[in-house]
């Protein structure tokens, strides 16, 4: 069956170190989007890419960067870790505009 | 700008109790509109969404919502809920130029015996 995976599930860093976490998708969605969720914010959008090699930046992108060689897959790297990034990051894509399909999220602690 | 609210962070229930959770947006363009439900630990799954039509939506798990343009409101309701609907609910909105979804901030659902 297709999926979306996200790998590590769990990441304990440090601060300042470059983390990056992984989003692969088998439905060959050209869409994709990676959102952050934290308590009293809901899910926001970090950055999200309409196909290979196109990437943009969403509502809460500083800090973070993504690339998109392929279809599958668009992992999100945190170039220099900080506390304030400490928090779960889900992956989603879409075929069309109205329904994205959700990875089972990242927990990123960043001590 | 698009914005979403979600006037209740949390709303407890009994088993087998009707329910709504409340959802307004803000937008100054014609929306599309989206509950999706978070279990523990899992990632969110869309309940169901209203693109355009009839304003009465019916998703999965027995749930509804409808689009009440004049009150910018597109409130979800079920009329007997189960332990099992115990999860985090969130309302989105997407304007028709972009594929970007703007989330509120979410609403737990906590249904007990």
């Known amino acids: 069956d297709a999926e979306i995976t996200q790998s590590p599930r769990h990441k304990i860093t440090e601060t300042g170190r470059q983390v990056t976490l992984a989003c692969h998708q088998t439905w060959n969605h050209n869409n994709m989007f990676w959102y952050r969720q934290d308590l009293g914010h809901g899910l926001r959008l970090i950055h999200y890419?309409?196909?290979?090699?196109?990437?943009n930046k969403g509502e809460v992108s500083d800090g973070y960067s993504v690339s998109r060689s392929n279809t599958e897959d668009l992992p999100l790297t945190l170039e220099s870790a900080a506390s304030s990034q400490t928090s779960v990051y889900f992956c989603a894509s879409s075929v069309n505009s109205y329904e994205q399909y959700f990875g089972p999220g990242t927990r990123l602690t960043v001590t | 700008a698009q914005s979403v609210t979600q006037l209740d962070s949390q709303v407890p229930v009994f088993e087998e109790a009707p329910v709504e959770l409340r959802c307004n947006y803000s937008s100054s363009v014609s929306v599309y509109l989206f509950w999706y439900v978070q279990y523990p630990n899992q990632g969110l799954q869309l309940l169901l969404k209203y693109l355009s039509g009839s304003t009465l939506v019916k998703g999965i798990n027995g749930f509804e919502a409808e689009f009440n343009k004049s009150q910018t409101s597109f409130h979800l309701r079920k009329p007997s809920v189960h332990i099992s609907d115990t999860a985090e609910y969130f309302c989105a909105v997407m304007t028709g130029t972009a594929s970007k979804l703007t989330f509120g901030t979410g609403t737990r659902l906590q249904v007990t015996l």
């Open positions: 890419s309409y196909g290979v090699q196109d990437t």
